[in-house]
């Protein structure tokens, strides 16, 4: 019984495996026919995919000479709140540790300086490499490139922005109560204004020629550079919901609200009124459109898009703009599309260079070239990047991890084009550098007349009367409004001839040494650049001891080195002069001024102030002339 009941069982055993077999083999060729009919169906794919691969090959091979090198990576004691800046002085940092960072384009740290009040998100550097940061309570800090603060001001209201710094070297300085601020490069108030509006943006410079701001109702106001409105620009109706291509309804009423203050990434802070210059035709965006601005203050072009614009740089034939929704789109300099960017999701502030333009959304760094393809998208570090900067051959980014980052990026583009779009550490300056004046805005000023007569009247005591008054008035209140004339009569005493100033540098001298003596004091005690291509042009020819000692005097006191031009004229003046014998007195005069320059702008050892140190030291000077070389060539070192 036991017997038959095994045979059974393995019987049934048998049968139920011969059935599983039997199924598999009819599912196998089921999936077989599956296979081959999805085969052939999905061969386009195929070859579609295989194109596509064989694409993004070629791309990655174009790619390759130009993939992102992380180059180095700096911790900073905090929070990078605002952009990185970076000019042939290095790159700056200020971090919510309340310190300014400077790093050598190798990484490595210079110096620091400690910042007092709370950290901000404004930061900016200036055309001789001083940089320039304000803090939340409006104190403004100027601080030369060898980390010592030339200067500071307590300005009393938090900034609009970062301080722009324009081709004379005067400093603007917005406050979100409205107040606009002039420095000169050596920390001189020269004027402050109320603009009628809050601002939310910081001032956009034009060369020195025009300030920009712009109100929160979409308002556009320009202002001369010594702080009188040149021109308003009332604000257009939103164009959002416009389609593209329409005229420009100048009927169009105002809303009501305010600019769109979008957000950046992870940086926390705000991009602003999105603005850019070129060729001094100023380019900005509010309520859905983007508008061409002349100099004279003219609308040349409005067009709507298709999402608020948050940033705008110039690159090669066009603008670039970052929408809000997180797109990218060029136009030319007509306000036609150029064409969409691929992509979607950025955040950041773009920066051009050689290669195109860099741009970040989140922890990817992107780089588009100039017709919108993407060339690279990477993540380079992990982390979340921010807002990023091009300079010194380096791109350097921000971190949401206190660290700042640098990758090899070619940025002699960026140097040129990307300068001129508003921003953290864009000045907004473009095309050749102007010193504006023009006299028939001030021919109906009496003041301004009567300080003229007595300065053109060729009487020596009348001009040093006129000086002495303007002395004594921008001393007290500084150069307001309105009296914006007063530098130029300055330079009109100095040289003799206010239409050689307003056609190019001078070239015939006044004839009084004395009225020359006393003009070049008030130049090197409020000056600007303007001042210095001024007074160096005239110490060439300056045969006079007195006014060139004066000359050489008011140069050190200016401080800058500006286009390295000061030091060299000092050298050329004390050195190489064909007088036969040199006045002991420009001798310490140019010691004493290569000691000032280089304590405000740090003189290197290759530098003409350096040279001239090295040769009074060494030649055949006065015993105390050379102990007083010695003794500053050892402090500069």
Same mark, same amino acid.
């Given at each position: 019984?036991?017997? $038959?009941?095994?045979?059974?069982?393995?019987?049934?055993?048998?049968?139920?495996?011969?059935?599983?077999?039997?199924?598999?083999?009819?599912?196998? +060729?089921?999936?077989?026919?599956?296979?081959? %009919?999805?085969? %052939?169906?999905?061969?386009?794919?195929?070859?579609?995919?295989?194109?596509?691969?064989?694409?993004?090959?070629?791309?990655?091979?174009?790619?390759?000479?130009?993939?992102?090198?992380?180059? =180095?990576?700096?911790?900073?004691?905090? /929070?990078?709140?605002? &952009?990185?800046?970076?000019?042939?002085?290095?790159?700056?940092?200020?971090?919510?540790?309340?310190? $300014?960072?400077?790093?050598?384009?190798?990484? +490595?740290?210079?110096?620091?300086?400690?910042?007092?009040?709370?950290?901000?998100?404004?930061?900016?550097?200036?055309?001789?490499?001083?940089?320039?940061?304000?803090?939340?309570?409006?104190?403004?800090?100027?601080?030369?490139?060898?980390?010592?603060?030339?200067?500071?001001?307590?300005?009393?209201?938090?900034?609009?922005?970062?301080?722009?710094?324009?081709?004379?070297?005067?400093?603007?300085?917005?406050?979100?109560?409205?107040?606009?601020?002039?420095?000169?490069?050596?920390?001189?108030?020269? =004027?402050?204004?109320?603009?009628?509006? &809050?601002?939310?943006?910081?001032?956009?410079?034009?060369?020195?020629?025009?300030?920009?701001?712009?109100?929160?109702?979409?308002?556009?106001?320009? =202002?001369?550079?010594?702080?009188?409105?040149?021109?308003?620009?009332?604000?257009?109706?939103?164009?959002?919901?416009?389609?593209?291509?329409?005229?420009?309804?100048?009927?169009?009423?105002?809303?009501?609200?305010?600019?769109?203050?979008?957000?950046?990434?992870?940086?926390?802070?705000?991009? %602003?009124?999105?603005?850019?210059?070129?060729?001094?035709?100023?380019?900005?965006?509010?309520?859905?459109?983007?508008?061409?601005?002349?100099?004279?203050?003219?609308?040349?072009?409005?067009?709507?898009?298709?999402?608020?614009?948050?940033?705008?740089?110039?690159?090669?034939?066009?603008?670039?703009?970052?929408?809000?929704?997180?797109?990218?789109?060029?136009?030319?300099?007509?306000?036609?599309?150029? =064409?969409?960017?691929?992509?979607?999701?950025? +955040?950041?502030?773009?920066?051009?260079?050689?290669?195109?333009?860099?741009?970040?959304?989140?922890?990817?760094?992107?780089?588009?070239?100039?017709?919108?393809?993407?060339?690279?998208?990477?993540?380079?570090?992990?982390? +979340?990047?921010?807002?990023?900067?091009?300079?010194?051959?380096?791109?350097?980014?921000?971190?949401?991890?206190?660290?700042?980052?640098?990758?090899?990026?070619?940025?002699?583009?960026?140097?040129?084009?990307?300068?001129?779009?508003?921003?953290?550490?864009?000045?907004?300056?473009?095309?050749? &550098?102007?010193?504006?004046?023009?006299?028939?805005?001030?021919?109906?000023?009496?003041?301004?007349?009567?300080?003229?007569?007595?300065?053109?009247?060729?009487?020596?005591?009348?001009?040093?009367?006129?000086?002495?008054?303007?002395?004594?008035?921008?001393?007290?209140?500084?150069?307001?409004?309105?009296?914006?004339?007063?530098? /130029?009569?300055?330079?009109?005493?100095?040289?003799?001839?206010?239409? &050689?100033?307003?056609?190019?540098?001078?070239?015939?001298?006044?004839?009084?040494?004395?009225?020359?003596?006393?003009?070049?004091?008030?130049?090197?005690?409020?000056?600007?650049?303007?001042?210095?291509?001024?007074?160096?042009?005239?110490?060439?020819?300056?045969?006079?001891?007195?006014?060139?000692?004066?000359?050489?005097?008011? $140069?050190?006191?200016?401080?800058?080195?500006?286009?390295?031009?000061?030091?060299?004229?000092?050298?050329?003046?004390?050195?190489?002069?064909?007088?036969?014998?040199?006045?002991?007195?420009?001798?310490?005069?140019?010691?004493?001024?290569?000691?000032?320059?280089?304590?405000?702008?740090?003189?290197?050892?290759?530098?003409?102030?350096?040279?001239?140190?090295?040769?009074?030291?060494?030649?055949?000077?006065?015993?105390?002339?050379?102990?007083?070389?010695?003794?500053?060539?050892?402090?500069?070192?």
């Amino acid at each position: 019984m036991c017997c $038959l009941q095994n045979k059974l069982l393995k019987f049934i055993i048998t049968l139920f495996t011969i059935l599983i077999l039997s199924m598999q083999q009819i599912s196998g +060729s089921d999936d077989g026919e599956n296979q081959q %009919k999805n085969h %052939k169906e999905n061969q386009p794919q195929a070859q579609e995919q295989t194109q596509g691969q064989a694409q993004q090959q070629s791309t990655d091979e174009n790619i390759e000479a130009s993939s992102i090198k992380l180059l =180095w990576k700096y911790a900073a004691g905090g /929070r990078l709140l605002s &952009r990185p800046a970076a000019s042939t002085s290095g790159i700056f940092l200020y971090s919510e540790d309340r310190h $300014l960072h400077a790093l050598s384009p190798d990484g +490595s740290l210079r110096w620091k300086l400690r910042i007092s009040g709370r950290p901000s998100d404004s930061l900016s550097i200036g055309a001789d490499g001083t940089a320039y940061v304000c803090n939340k309570e409006g104190v403004i800090h100027a601080v030369n490139p060898a980390g010592n603060l030339l200067w500071r001001y307590d300005a009393g209201g938090g900034p609009a922005g970062e301080p722009a710094a324009s081709a004379d070297g005067t400093v603007y300085l917005g406050l979100t109560s409205g107040e606009l601020f002039a420095f000169s490069h050596t920390g001189f108030l020269r =004027w402050r204004i109320n603009t009628g509006y &809050r601002l939310t943006s910081p001032p956009v410079v034009d060369a020195g020629e025009a300030i920009y701001t712009f109100a929160p109702d979409g308002r556009i106001s320009c =202002w001369t550079q010594w702080g009188d409105l040149r021109w308003e620009l009332p604000s257009k109706g939103s164009l959002m919901k416009t389609e593209v291509g329409l005229p420009v309804d100048e009927n169009q009423s105002s809303a009501e609200g305010s600019i769109s203050d979008v957000r950046g990434s992870q940086s926390g802070a705000a991009l %602003k009124r999105p603005a850019a210059i070129d060729s001094h035709v100023l380019y900005t965006s509010c309520r859905g459109a983007l508008q061409a601005v002349s100099p004279g203050g003219a609308e040349l072009w409005r067009v709507p898009l298709r999402a608020e614009c948050e940033a705008v740089i110039v690159i090669p034939g066009g603008l670039f703009c970052l929408l809000g929704d997180g797109r990218t789109e060029a136009r030319d300099f007509n306000g036609a599309l150029m =064409w969409e960017g691929q992509g979607a999701g950025f +955040s950041s502030y773009p920066a051009a260079g050689d290669q195109g333009i860099y741009i970040l959304r989140g922890s990817k760094l992107t780089l588009m070239d100039f017709n919108g393809e993407i060339l690279l998208d990477t993540e380079p570090i992990g982390i +979340s990047l921010m807002q990023p900067v091009l300079g010194q051959d380096l791109l350097v980014c921000g971190s949401e991890e206190w660290v700042a980052c640098a990758f090899a990026a070619q940025s002699s583009l960026g140097d040129e084009w990307g300068q001129k779009g508003g921003g953290a550490s864009h000045d907004g300056s473009s095309g050749v &550098r102007k010193w504006g004046f023009n006299e028939s805005d001030y021919l109906s000023n009496m003041d301004y007349l009567y300080l003229r007569e007595f300065i053109n009247s060729g009487d020596k005591k009348n001009m040093l009367k006129a000086l002495s008054e303007i002395e004594e008035r921008i001393a007290a209140d500084g150069l307001d409004r309105g009296e914006s004339y007063l530098m /130029r009569l300055v330079h009109y005493a100095f040289t003799g001839n206010i239409k &050689r100033i307003n056609a190019g540098l001078p070239n015939v001298l006044c004839d009084y040494p004395s009225v020359r003596t006393k003009a070049a004091g008030i130049m090197g005690r409020y000056g600007t650049f303007e001042s210095i291509d001024i007074l160096t042009s005239v110490l060439k020819e300056e045969r006079h001891q007195d006014v060139s000692a004066a000359i050489i005097t008011a $140069l050190g006191a200016l401080g800058s080195d500006y286009d390295g031009k000061s030091l060299w004229a000092i050298y050329n003046k004390v050195i190489n002069d064909d007088n036969e014998r040199v006045d002991k007195r420009l001798v310490f005069a140019g010691i004493d001024a290569v000691e000032k320059i280089s304590a405000y702008s740090r003189v290197l050892s290759s530098s003409y102030g350096y040279k001239l140190l090295l040769e009074i030291y060494r030649g055949s000077f006065s015993a105390s002339a050379r102990r007083k070389a010695g003794e500053v060539l050892r402090s500069i070192r």
